[in-house]
């Protein structure tokens, strides 16, 4: 069956800190791979997405990055931590039209 | 004007009371996701339908394409019903997730 592990569940870092969450999917190859973001009191907005292994798109300029080291990982990445990078982050795959599959979601509280 | 929209925005009921949760949009698409989103918690997908109407347990949702509306139900409404329902839609023009801002339900005791 097809999965989506999506950790940790919670975060807590400081200012300036790194950041690396990590998702991988499980049961489905060549995925189409999303990070999503939902700022306090927001919608979830898209930030990343992925086609294929090495292939990244930026919707939203800012402070993180994301990479795709292996067809089915998905990693988003911050040098230094801001405060306003604090969030709830989502990740998901999806095959075309055919619905998404959501992870659990990472909630980050930058301090 | 948002390609996909959420009525209400936020709804307290009554332990018991039958709640409806409405989302409209104004693009074609694929299909449709409800998720559930709890308080401080992760986020669980509750159904995807893409015509006529789903059931699991106490929640039904149903879409009309024709119309470009969908609504989630949730019978004998409990206090642990209390949440974050958000709707999101799949555009068949390019597969991307357009998301609902989301209706924060509250069910009292």
């Known amino acids: 069956s097809q999965t989506i592990h999506q950790w940790p569940a919670t975060l807590v870092q400081p200012v300036g800190s790194p950041l690396s969450l990590e998702c991988t999917v499980e049961?489905?190859?060549?995925?189409?791979l999303y990070w999503y973001r939902q700022a306090a009191g927001r919608g979830l907005q898209l930030l990343f997405y992925?086609?294929?292994?090495?292939?990244i798109s930026s919707e939203v300029p800012q402070n993180l990055s994301a990479s795709r080291p292996q067809d089915r990982q998905f990693i988003l990445s911050s040098k230094k931590l801001l405060l306003s990078d604090s969030g709830f982050y989502l990740c998901?795959?999806?095959?075309?039209?055919?619905?998404?599959?959501f992870g659990s979601g990472t909630r980050l509280t930058v301090v | 004007k948002n390609e996909v929209e959420q009525s209400p925005q936020n709804l307290t009921a009554q332990e018991g009371e039958f709640i409806t949760i409405n989302c409209s949009y104004s693009v074609g698409i694929s299909a449709l996701h409800w998720l559930q989103q709890h308080p401080g918690g992760g986020i669980v997908s509750l159904f995807m339908l893409s015509s006529g109407k789903k059931k699991h347990g106490r929640l039904i949702a149903t879409i009309n394409i024709q119309e470009k509306h969908s609504s989630l139900h949730i019978t004998a409404s409990h206090p642990r019903d209390s949440a974050v329902y958000i709707c999101a839609v799949i555009k068949d023009s390019n597969y991307q997730l357009i998301w609902g801002a989301g209706t924060k339900l509250i069910i009292k005791p």
């Open positions: 998901a795959w999806s095959e075309g039209g055919f619905g998404y599959t």
């Open positions: 992925s086609v294929g292994i090495g292939q």
């Open positions: 049961g489905t190859s060549n995925p189409n």
